[in-house]
Structure formats: C-alpha cells, structure tokens
C-alpha cells in the first residue's frame, strides 16, 4: 500500500539523480576535452559549445548555448551554412564539395579537412569529426564535432613541396 508507494517515489527520485547525475558528468567531459568540441541536437540548436571551442573562436558559450540557424559556422566562415555537424545528420552534395576533403566512415562518422582565410594569421587549416549521438533507445538525439588546427602540419606540406619543385 502506502509504504510501496513512498518506495517507488524515493527509487524514482534516486533514478532520476543518477541520471542527471551522469548527464552532469557527461557535460563536464565534453567542457574540458582537450579538443574544440561542441554539440547540436536534432534541430540544429547548440546543447554544448566547451572551452577549447571558446578559445579557438574568442566566441563564450552564453552567446552560443541555444542558437541554431548555424551560427556556430559564423566564426569559421563568416555566414552561417552547414557544417559536417549537419552532414552527418544530413548529407548534401553541395556542402560536401565545399570541403578539401570528406570521408564518410560507413555513415556514422564523418571526417574533414576545411581551410579558413579569415581565422588567424594567413588563414588556418582544420580536421574536423563529427558523428551521430544516440539516446539509450538508439534513436538520434544530435551531432557531435571536434576540431583540430592542422595548419602547422599543412605549411609544413605545402613548404617541402615548394622545395621539391624548386629543387627541380
């Protein structure tokens, strides 16, 4: 009776802790991984934006926790358009030329490499990830991506093949 009850209550009550609880912990891996990371949900709304994602666009969380309409694309190409955070949850040719390269890894991760002119000084090159996220029912819930600044390794290309042409 009565006491199955309150029982139930304070199980649900600990259920729930537990969940927000790991959800908590979940937040706080993404907010201090190393690499820039940020997650959208299903309407393309910005659930999470961490702290090397801050550094690298100068851009805080509180302007960008919650914004959708790809403004998250703003401070790598200066206009909102579909990054592969998007293409991984829709793929769309057009967007996809626009990338140096882009491997689809049997449609669950996507992998890129993009340049940007007007970030840094000469412009800087990234890698991007980006993959699904699934809910314990396995439906998609969102995308996740990571950034990595790859421009030392690309000048470092580009240099040495400079010096093989001029070497010839």
């Known amino acids: 009776g009565m006491i199955g009850y309150t029982l139930d209550i304070t199980e649900r009550k600990m259920a729930e802790r537990a969940l927000a609880d790991s959800e908590k912990r979940l937040a706080d891996i993404i907010e201090f991984l190393p690499d820039p990371t940020f ?8 659930i999470s934006w961490n702290r ?12 960008m926790i919650g914004k959708g309409g790809y403004a998250y694309a703003v401070p790598f190409y200066g206009e909102p ?31 890129s490499e993009s340049f940007h002119p007007s ?13 699904k996220l699934y809910d314990a029912q396995g439906h998609v819930v969102g995308a996740i991506e990571t950034i990595r600044d790859i421009t030392l390794a690309k000048k470092t290309e580009q240099d040495r093949e400079q010096l093989i042409i001029e070497l010839k």
């Open 119 to 131: 970030m840094g000084n000469g412009g800087r090159y990234f890698a991007g990830t980006a993959g």
């Open 39 to 46: 997650v959208i949900d299903t309407n393309g709304r910005v």
């Open 52 to 63: 090397a994602i801050e550094r690298l666009t100068g851009i805080n969380k509180k302007e």
């Open 81 to 111: 358009r579909p990054l592969i955070i998007d293409l991984v949850l829709e793929r769309n040719q057009q967007w996809e030329s626009e990338y140096l390269t882009l491997n689809d890894k049997d449609g669950l991760l996507i992998e």
